[in-house]
Structure formats: structure tokens, C-alpha cells
């Protein structure tokens, strides 16, 4: 009886392929608009201690409310933003069940995963889930060769928000990009169709769709960065990190160069944090510092890899610096770009959104200078010229986001803290920077003009709306609205308006317009104080 259920779900999936559009294969979601935040077994507990008590004890770690912070507030890594705990290799029973689908361990989980799943959503957090495009993952577990449909609706069934899908063991055959791309695009879809089909045979009224993350991790072998944005939300671009200096800037390093392929949805990943398992050392507390700072200023992947459970309060002030953790999730997207190298000292700069209007005298920029020398301190500045400015007269704000403040304005020499030197000078064509320890960085905001105002209706520029409309982009059923205050219509080819979203700030916005379908194609209007202009965008609902 379940096999018959089973082959008419895959017949109906088939069935449904069929209907699809060439070309509507476009990722197809609304999840990781800004990088994933959370916690992964691997780093810490590696294959031994993923167990369910484990689990559990990250989960309440997630959400333990620690002392007041320096804004004077209590919170947790959970209200800091961070939300996955992501179930790494070794999860998994010594083979699969007789018709084929995976099962976990039970001595490690002996509740089972629907019923842990279920307890991790009810403490508001997310749950991810582990396999491998392979025969066998890197720890030698069933892997999904073959089990693309069932995994897919399995992980769907338990209610798994996440999936990390790595790369060993795959045949001789598979290893070329064409494969590559090929294998974890079948993943892609079929977590996508997935989800289509439970939302299908979901008969209650309120249903909603559930979307899976795919994080694609083939370590940067087959450059997924050129083809990971249609099939994931985020793919490792490099080998995997551990505690040295050496592979936390090696991997930094190669990620940073590829800055132009990260956005809303689809990420550079440069691994998993180690954060807290560097040591207590002077330089081991700088380097965490600094780790975060250089993830940050990427847009990567927040990922803990420590064991959170019995962390030290340094590392937790590392971890949750909501300063630091904003420039991460910039809705704007962008990847920090390396503007400038002097020696050992780089310059990363990374634009941030600033609320209409993004003007020459308007902007916000998240600055890391970076001393990659390991026995000596450095100086370094950041010159009007690394952020695009000409016109020296400009004056910016500075914020140092460690020390939480502002630096007061031109001219002025704050004084050093131990581990975040900053003795920092604000001159005409520069911010100067007298010491920045070894292995350290010192990260600040600078603002141009007031980007955080909001200007009330009257104030708002004539915008050549046409421009602007070009800028809107549509994934899954979320669109892209570039403007404050606009308002954005949707109609179907006969004209019949279908949906309506009103922008209050630049962002993502989900459109739900009865009579949507996947891969149709739909007339937008953009409407604001500047008059209205129409483009026509595919959406896949
Ligand atoms: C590696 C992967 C690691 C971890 C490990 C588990 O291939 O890059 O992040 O998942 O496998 O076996």
C-alpha cells in the first residue's frame, strides 16, 4: 500500500516536471536572503558527538540569555540572529531502510527526527540535515547517489529547513563540472519539488510552503560559484577550515576574490567558524576577532563550529557583536571587496544600503583594514579614494563597531584598547590608523551624509523611475523593490491585477497573488512619488 502511495507521488512528480516551462528551473525559493546564521556539529562534535543530548544542549546554548551586553541588553547568539543548528556527517543508521529511504541512528537520536525537529521549531530555531552527492559520505554513511526523489521528501517529511550536500566519494565519472552542476542540480530540484508536492497533498487551509536551504558544498572544485546560484543559496568555495592562521586567511583569501558572485539568496561560503577553538592567547583572542571581522565584511555564512555550551563570555561577545553581525546581513547583498593592499595591510570595503536616496552625498560603507602579519603591528588608513570619493571636503562619521562608537570627527586621536588598537586619526583624505595589532583588524562604519533618515515624501528626489525598475529582480515569488516608498503591482497578461506590495525601505518582498504559477510571466508596475513604470518578470510561485 505504501508503495503504491509512493509510486503515484512520483508518478504525480514526474507528471508534474512535465508541466514546467524550459527555463523555469531558476532556484526557486525565498530562504537565505541574507547568509545563514547558526551552529553545525562538525567542527566540535565531528562524528562522535553528534547525539541528540548534544543537539539539544547547542539548542538551549542557542537560547540562553547571557549578561547585559554593552548596549546594556540581554541576549542571546538566537536574538543575535543566529538560527540553524545544522546536523553535520554521522547522523545517519549503518544503511538504509528496505525500500530504499535514509534512516538515522538510533542510539545517537532515540527520539527520531521528526520528534527532534519538532522540538527545535518549538524553540524557535531551524534544523539542517547532511548527505553527500556520492555513494558514501566523507565518514563512509549512505550517501545519495541514486536517492535524489527520496531523500529529498524525506528530509521534506521530517520538516528539515536545511541541506548541506558534500562531494566525496562520487564515481570517476562524475568528476567534471558538468556532473557537478548536473548532480547538485537534481538535488536542488527535487528539494523543490519536494516541497511542491507536500504543499499539494497538504489539505489543510493554512498551509504554507517550506523551503529547504541548499547549501552546495563541493569545496570550490567545479568553481560553483559560476553555477550554484540556480541550483543553492550558498556553496563552499574552498577546502576545510581548521584552527591555524594559515587556513582561516587561506580561506578568506580565495573567497574574497569572489565577491562578485555573492547576493540575496546565493553565497560565498568560505566554511564553518572556529571562533572559540583557537585558544586563549593574546593572538588567539585577536585572530577570533579578526575572523569574524573577515567573515563579516564577506557577507559569508554564519556557521558556529564551537562548542557553545560551555563558550567563555569573550567568545560569546565575539559571537553575538550585533555591529559586526548587521554588516553580514546587509539586505543589499553585497560581498566585501579587497580595495587595496599595502604590504600587509589590506583594505575590504563593502556597501551598505542607506535608505533612499542613494546619492553621491549618501552612503554607508562597512570598512575592514586587516594586518596579515602574525609578529608585528601595523599601521594602515583608509583613503577617501578606496570608497570611490573624489571630493575630498566630504566628511564621513566613523563608528568603530568594536569599541561601539563613534569617533568623534576630523582630526581627533581616539585612545588604543588592548586587542583592538585603534589610535585612529580622521584627516582630509583619510582615516589613519596608527596600530593594528598582528593577525588583527580594526572594522568601521563610515557614513556619508545621513543614510539612516528616511526623508518624508516631500524630500524625495524626482528618480528616473525607469532605472529604478530596471533594478528589480524577482526570486521564487519574492521581488526585489528598489526604493523607499514604492508600491508594486502585479497583473496578469489580461491586464487583471493579481497581487499589490508597498516598499517601506529597499528589500526582498514576497509577492502572493492568487493564480500565480510557476514560471509565469507577469506585468509589474512600479509605482512611486515619480509616476509609475511597467516591466514584464517571470515569477516561479
Ligand atoms: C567534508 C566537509 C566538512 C564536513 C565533513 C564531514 O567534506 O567539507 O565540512 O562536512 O566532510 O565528513
Redesign the pocket.
Known sequence: MVGRMRRRWVALAVFLLFLLPAGAFALNDSVARTPPMGF?T?NYFG?TGITQGNVLAVANAMTLVHAPNWEGKQISLKSAGYSYINL???WQAAGRNANGSPTWNTTKFPNGFPWLVDTIHAMGLKIGI?SDAGLE???KFFGTTGHDSIDACTYQAWGFDYL?F???NVTHADSNQIACDSLYSSMGHWLIKADSLAYLADTAANKQHHRIVFSI?D?GTYSPWLWGDTDGNLW?TT??INTSWGSIYGNWNQNIALYSYAGPGGWNDP??LEIGNLGTSTLATTRSQSHMDMWCICAAPLLMGNDIITMTAATFTVLSNREVIAVDQDSLGYQGRRIRTAGNVQVVVKKLLVHNPDTVDNKKYAVVILNNDSTAAAAGSIKWSDLGITDTSKQFRVRNLWLHRWLKSRSITDTATPGNADTTTLITDSLYITSIPADGTVHVLMEMGNPDSVPSVTSVRPQDNAAVAARMSVRGNAIYIPVARGTVQVFDMQGRQIASVSASQPGWYTVAGRGMVRGGTYLVRLATSAGSVSRVMAFVK
Request: charged content about 35%; hydrophobic content about 25%.
Open positions: 553545525s562538525w562524528c553535520d556527517d554521522c547532511y559520505t566523507c565518514q548541506k558534500d562531494w566525496c558544498c569545496w563552499r577546502l576545510d566554511d564553518m
